[in-house]
């Protein structure tokens, strides 16, 4: 196989993680090559274990468990993720909320650990979800602990919408950064899934540089104004635990 069939091949991957369950027409958009081409992609990828048809929609294309075992293992040796889980099932007795750990991919939140909550009606998001910064609590509050060259160079390309409420005007956004900046939380109102609220916090690594965020996520109808400090300081306080212990697994020598 040759160099740009690789690059091809990992492009129609992910773009099945980003779409699933995809469709072939779906697919041939987002790479932006020939349905034949990505249907042999897909084939090769099915024979590898990596991808398989949607038993559920026919047509459609979806990750595998062994996909999923894969990315399970990468992270697994991930610090971040092994200083997050005991803070983290705290946050999740605490709240009784969703809470996720997503860290940094482009300008995207990648989604690398989700602790449900025991609630009928919560946030959902798949391990290995995608967020747009602007778009999420993670996303929102990795901005505001981030350099102002790279907030600048976030915001000066164009943004789409998740939803109706997300923000996109530029302008807007940095006003909601200086908020975040100045109570030490993101507040996110839908701007990611419609009737979920989501509350940011970034987690610091060495250098008090961010090296990921953690959310607390649920139904706008439990998440309201009234909680939002509540759950806000309860966040903080998982993140500042999170930087320690990261810093502690950062200095460790194997």
Same mark, same amino acid.
């Not at 349905?35 to 559920?56: H, I, N």
């Not at 507040?187 to 940011?200: A, C, F, V, Y």
């Not at 540089?209 to 104004?225: L, M, Q």
């Given at each position: 196989?040759?160099?740009?069939?690789?690059?091809?091949?990992?492009?129609?991957?992910?773009?099945?993680?980003?779409?699933?369950?995809?469709?072939?027409? #779906?697919? %041939? &958009?987002?790479?932006?090559?020939? @349905?034949?081409?990505?249907?042999?992609?897909?084939? !090769?990828?099915?024979?590898?274990?990596? +991808?398989?048809?949607?038993?559920?929609?026919?047509? @459609?294309?979806?990750?595998?468990?062994?996909?999923?075992?894969?990315? %399970?293992?990468?992270? $697994?040796?991930?610090?971040?993720?092994?200083? $997050?889980?005991?803070?983290?099932?705290?946050?999740?007795?605490?709240? !009784?909320?969703? +809470?996720?750990?997503?860290? *940094?991919?482009?300008?995207?939140?990648?989604?690398?650990?989700?602790?449900?909550?025991?609630?009928?009606?919560?946030?959902?998001?798949?391990?290995?979800?995608?967020?747009?910064?602007?778009? $999420?609590?993670?996303?929102?509050?990795?901005?505001?602990?981030?350099?102002? &060259?790279?907030?600048?160079?976030?915001?000066?390309? *164009?943004?789409?919408?998740?939803?109706?409420? !997300?923000?996109?005007? *530029? #302008?807007?956004?940095?006003?909601?950064?200086? =908020?975040?900046?100045?109570?030490?939380?993101?507040?996110? =109102?839908?701007?990611?899934?419609?009737?979920?609220?989501?509350?940011?916090?970034?987690?610091?690594?060495?250098?008090?540089?961010?090296?990921?965020?953690? $959310?607390?996520?649920? *139904?706008?109808?439990?998440?309201?104004?009234? @909680?939002?400090?509540?759950?806000?300081?309860?966040?903080?306080?998982?993140?500042? #635990?999170?930087?320690?212990?990261?810093?502690? /697994?950062?200095?460790? @020598? /194997?």
């Amino acid at each position: 196989m040759s160099t740009q069939s690789v690059v091809t091949a990992m492009r129609v991957l992910e773009a099945v993680s980003d779409n699933q369950p995809a469709g072939l027409s #779906e697919l %041939s &958009r987002e790479v932006d090559v020939p @349905k034949a081409t990505v249907l042999r992609m897909l084939r !090769t990828l099915g024979e590898l274990g990596w +991808v398989a048809q949607s038993e559920v929609q026919a047509g @459609k294309w979806v990750l595998t468990n062994h996909a999923f075992a894969v990315a %399970s293992r990468g992270s $697994s040796g991930s610090s971040i993720r092994d200083a $997050s889980m005991g803070p983290l099932n705290g946050l999740q007795l605490d709240t !009784t909320e969703t +809470v996720h750990l997503a860290v *940094p991919d482009g300008r995207f939140m990648l989604v690398i650990e989700r602790l449900d909550t025991p609630h009928v009606l919560r946030a959902f998001l798949p391990l290995g979800s995608r967020l747009p910064m602007h778009a $999420s609590a993670t996303g929102i509050a990795y901005l505001a602990a981030s350099e102002e &060259r790279f907030v600048s160079e976030y915001l000066s390309v *164009p943004m789409d919408a998740a939803t109706p409420q !997300t923000v996109v005007d *530029p #302008e807007a956004l940095r006003r909601m950064i200086a =908020e975040t900046q100045a109570r030490g939380f993101s507040i996110n =109102e839908q701007g990611l899934s419609i009737g979920i609220t989501s509350i940011g916090v970034a987690v610091l690594g060495p250098g008090q540089t961010p090296a990921g965020s953690i $959310s607390i996520s649920g *139904p706008s109808s439990r998440i309201v104004p009234g @909680k939002f400090d509540e759950y806000g300081e309860a966040a903080r306080g998982t993140a500042r #635990e999170i930087s320690r212990a990261l810093s502690a /697994y950062s200095s460790r @020598k /194997y």
